[in-house]
Nanobody
Framework: QVQLVESGGGLVQPGGSLRLSCAAS????????MNWYRQAPGKERELVAA???????NYADSVQGRFTISRDNAKNTVYLQMNSLKLEDTAVYYC???????????????WGQGTQVTVSS
């Protein structure tokens, strides 16, 4: 079983920046994409950013131009650089890995425990 551990959350003022990290406990074989989701109180979980195994990235319209997803394969870590933070970015941010296991091809979806990001003045 793969464990994903997020870190880097905290309290920041509007306009500030944070960098979230998601470290996997080991190499994840057969991965298709690493994703960052967030869930604000009373709202559904939403996809914020994704990076595929080929390096392509996608962002939610609400964070386009402000957030950047990246990865360091040597460290089994994915990052989410968040700039120009807004009050509405306040949420618990979750890391997610999706793919298929080699040979058998069973789909998997691993989740981290989440890290709180609070944007407040």
């Amino acid at each position: 079983q793969v464990q994903l551990v997020e870190s880097g959350g905290g309290l920041v003022q509007p306009g500030g920046s944070l960098r979230l990290s998601c470290a996997a406990s080991r190499i994840i074989f057969g991965i298709n994409a690493m994703n960052w989701y967030r869930q604000a109180p009373g709202k559904e979980r939403e996809l914020v950013a994704a990076i595929t195994s080929g390096g392509s990235t996608n962002y939610a319209d609400s964070v386009q131009g402000r957030f950047t997803i990246s990865r360091d394969n040597a460290k089994n870590t994915v990052y989410l650089q968040m700039n120009s933070l807004k009050l509405e970015d306040t949420a618990v941010y979750y890391c997610n890995a999706v793919g298929r296991t080699p040979i058998i091809g069973r789909e998997y979806s691993y989740w981290g425990q989440g890290t709180q990001v609070t944007v407040s003045s």
